[in-house]
């Protein structure tokens, strides 16, 4: 019997044979691409989960490549962090690819096939950054997922073409930044695997090729997770992508970048390192700065995907102050990365939903402006509640998981004595009301002239994307339901526990 040991590397092995599998089976039959997309990431999550149950009952798994033991080889290493981020990012990609099938069939019919090849290296590349416990590996990775990035959205061509353009120039920059940080660190302590850093490099603490180290990683980072001021390239991204690729890039590719950072902050650097300066305190502001430009520029556009899109870079916002007020509060429920993880789960299943059924618009009627959507409540009743569901979500009515997110932050917030961060949150829960009203009146209080009630069913998009889109607006009111009641809390804990966070923290 295969040992559970074995499938971090058999996660990514697999994703990158498949999409050397699809290229060829595209050539004999392009209908082949698809299926053979959708087993491989199916069975990818049904590892993911193995290996979360692993985790969370037996311990961290490390997996040494080659028999080489670190830090001489490339070590895998899968703890409760990656292995959480490795479900929901496999989910998210099971959800996207089940609905690319009739929307890439329209949006790209001579494109299927490289479609899906990229598309499975996109994935390939997320787990592997996910799963990896070497620096250097996880610089090849995101490297990966990020030349499969720039294709997939270049994909739709005309204007997308630009907007892959500025991705690739700025994503370059951010991977160049951290691969210095790398070299850096290397320079100083010979070693690549990221728990040998970890024990190296406390007493360099106050070297400065340490520090610029850190500071490029930081902006690296920054930019690859889109977080403001350094997320100009996320709106004409996110705006021209196939929909499907607007929610992965939403959903879990800047969120993967996210945890990148997590991993650097705490499993390389330690805790002990970031309390030595006011790294947080810095970054929390210039989050909550991020929080409210997002929101105004949000407010400011009328083609929804660029809206959801500068909404995305005001949950960027609400995951990095949450980060940053990781090392403040020690609360069982809202201390340490609770918060933080739990929002990065709640923002893959929000707006994960809503590029959905942004892109179920522009399938049936090619839609993009916000005041082109009059009547389509009741064109398309399934659609449009799920895009309200997921929008409530978004504002933070209870007991959705944006409620959660929201209220677990101000609590955290009010723990650290940062007042200013809880008005923060609810200005912005006030203009995410603002903008995503905008769209809910044109859905359903708007008629146009001469507009008959007629059966809606025929009006609908087909199963194969509106199952994928009811699920995750179901699971915005699910999960959400699930963290008030406390049930997946144990396996936030364990990461605190990990780290010396919340209250697992010393005194």
């Not at 989910?91 to 949006?107: D, G, P, W």
């Not at 990966?144 to 700025?170: E, M, Q």
């Not at 994307?465 to 144990?490: K, R």
Request: proline share 4%.
């Amino acid at each position: 019997m295969l040992s559970v040991e074995h499938l971090p590397v058999l996660i990514v092995v697999i994703s990158l044979l498949s999409a050397f599998t699809i290229f060829i089976a595209g050539w004999l039959n392009k209908r082949f691409c698809w299926f053979i997309s959708f087993a491989t990431i199916l069975v990818q999550l049904v590892m993911a989960v193995f290996i979360l149950h692993h985790v969370l009952t037996v311990g961290t798994i490390h997996y040494w490549l080659g028999g080489w033991s670190p830090p001489w080889g490339i070590e895998y290493v899968v703890d409760a962090l990656n292995a959480y981020v490795l479900v929901i990012l496999l989910f998210l990609a099971l959800i996207c690819v089940t609905y690319s099938k009739r929307s890439i069939a329209h949006e790209l019919p001579y494109k299927i096939v490289p479609f899906y090849t990229v598309y499975q290296l996109l994935v390939t590349g997320l787990c592997g950054v996910t799963v990896t416990g070497d620096i250097f590996n996880m610089y090849v990775f995101i490297e990966i997922f990020s030349l499969s990035a720039y294709a997939l959205i270049a994909s739709r061509g005309k204007i997308a073409l630009k907007a892959s353009f500025t991705y690739l120039v700025l994503g370059s920059i951010g991977a160049c930044f951290f691969l210095l940080g790398i070299g850096f660190l290397y320079s100083v302590t010979g070693t690549l695997n990221m728990h040998d850093l970890s024990l190296l490099l406390p007493p360099l603490y106050g070297n400065k090729i340490v520090l610029a180290a850190f500071g490029f990683f930081t902006v690296g980072l920054s930019i690859k997770m889109a977080l403001f001021p350094l997320h100009t390239w996320l709106p004409d991204a996110h705006s021209f992508a196939p929909s499907e690729i607007s929610a992965m890039l939403s959903g879990i590719i800047i969120e993967v970048s996210t945890y990148a950072f997590i991993r650097v902050c705490f499993s390389v650097y330690t805790l002990n390192f970031i309390k030595l300066l006011p790294i947080f305190d810095i970054l929390c502001w210039i989050a909550a700065l991020g929080i409210i430009i997002g929101s105004v520029l949000a407010i400011a556009q009328y083609n929804l995907k660029r809206m959801l899109a500068y909404s995305s870079v005001s949950q960027m916002g609400y995951i990095m102050l949450a980060v940053g007020l990781s090392t403040s509060t020690h609360h069982a429920l809202w201390g340490g990365l609770n918060p933080a993880l739990m929002h990065i789960l709640n923002h893959a299943l929000m707006k994960g939903c809503l590029f959905l059924v942004a892109g179920a618009f522009i399938y049936k009627a090619d839609l993009w402006n916000i005041t082109d959507f009059t009547g389509l409540g009741r064109k398309m009743p399934y659609t449009c509640a799920a895009f309200v569901l997921a929008a409530i979500s978004m504002i933070g009515v209870p007991p959705t998981v944006g409620f959660v997110s929201k209220l677990y932050i101000i609590l955290a917030s009010l723990e650290a004595g940062k007042f200013i961060f809880v008005a923060v949150m609810l200005l912005s829960s006030l203009l995410n009301l603002v903008y995503f009203w905008r769209v809910i009146e044109m859905l359903y209080m708007r008629r146009e002239e001469g507009e008959e009630h007629s059966s809606s069913s025929k009006n609908e998009i087909p199963l194969s994307m509106l199952i994928p889109v009811l699920t995750l607006a179901s699971l915005c009111i699910i999960v959400g339901v699930l963290w008030l009641t406390e049930i997946p809390i144990p396996i936030l804990d364990q990461v605190n526990a990990l780290f010396g966070l919340g209250r697992y923290a010393t005194p």
